[in-house]
């Protein structure tokens, strides 16, 4: 499957965007979905993920309450709404995908997609 990532910006703190994941080339809905980002100078992290049917959502502790990860099988399509953004979520915003687990473990997903860049100012 390809991932298509996009909607990334600059905000000011506070604010807010909407990520979109598109998916191409294979039957989207059996895969689970998860949100990654890489700030400057720092490890890629775990966001958010959601199951194939959107029914189990998981979070990061960094952003449980004011991030939404939703999805769209009938458009191929995963989103992260970001809410009451910080200068600390400032990085390149991943989605990928896997066919196991909706999980925060990186190494388990086979597919990704190129990043969009999220900006937040001060």
């Known amino acids: 499957v390809q991932l298509q990532a996009s909607g990334g910006g600059l905000v000011q703190a506070g604010g807010s965007l909407r990520l979109s994941c598109v998916a191409s080339?294979?039957?989207?809905?059996?895969?689970?979905v998860g949100w990654f980002r890489r700030a400057p100078g720092k490890e890629r992290e775990f966001v958010a993920a959601?199951?194939?049917?959107?029914?189990?959502?998981y979070y990061a502790d960094s952003v449980k309450g004011r991030f939404t990860i939703s999805r769209d099988n009938a458009k191929n399509t995963v989103y992260l709404q970001m809410n009451s953004l910080k200068p600390e979520d400032t990085a390149v915003y991943y989605c990928?995908?896997?066919?196991?687990?909706?999980?925060?473990?990186?190494?388990?997903?086979?597919?990704w997609g190129q990043g969009t860049k999220v900006t937040v100012s001060s």
């Open positions: 959601i199951s194939w049917g959107g029914g189990r959502t």
């Open positions: 080339g294979r039957t989207f809905s059996n895969y689970h």
């Open positions: 990928a995908a896997e066919t196991l687990a909706a999980d925060s473990d990186s190494a388990g997903y086979d597919y």
